[in-house]
Each structure stands twice: as C-alpha cells, then as structure tokens.
C-alpha cells in the first residue's frame, strides 16, 4: 500500500515562511500528480498546487507567494510558503493522484491518495 505523510506545519506570524514536505511511502513505481490542498475551518477543502510533468498549477491566492516542488527519485513533494497570512491558516493536505505501485502480486493503480493533514496557523 502507499501512504501519504506531511510534516513542516507549525505555528508563523504574519510575514513569516513555511516549508512543508510530503512522501510517499510504499512500492511505488509512477505517480501522476502531487499537491497540496487545504481546508479552514468551516470551509471546503481547497486546491493549493499541483504539480504534474514539470507542470504546476496554483490558486489565486497564493500565486507569487507559495512554490510547489517535486524529488521524484524520493517520491517527495514541497509546498515553499512565504509571505504567510492569517488567511493562510488551515489544515494542509498532501494528494497523489494516478499512483501505480506494487500490491501483493502485482501492479496496482490507486486514483486519489490523501496525507493525514498538518496544522499550518499563521498568527501574531
């Protein structure tokens, strides 16, 4: 199986920067896409980054602000967070999308994988 684990969250004032990190653990042979979403509280999840064949996308609100980079040797990808804002604090979530790993007898595809999230707060 593949598993999905953030670490870098913390506590920033304003102003301040963050760089969270995502691995992919397991047998795993391609992933597609990476990214990071994020929910605050009383929202709906959002779309932070992806990144896919060199390709990255970003929202609007965090466009020249956050950058979104991938180790694919390590199965790895970063989310740089500069400039952080009180409205930047939320859950972080890390996602995998088009994972063709391993199983127990042969290769298997996995669509969507999710990180258990990491709490990013942005305050002075």
Known sequence: QVQLVESGGGLVQPGGSLRLSCVASGEIIKINTMGWYRQAPGKQRELVATLADGVSTYADSVKGRFTISRD???NMVYLQMNDLKPKDTAVYYCNAKGVVFMGSVTATYASD????GTQVTVSS
């Open 72 to 74: 694919n040797a390590k």
């Open 113 to 116: 994988l999710w990180g258990q």
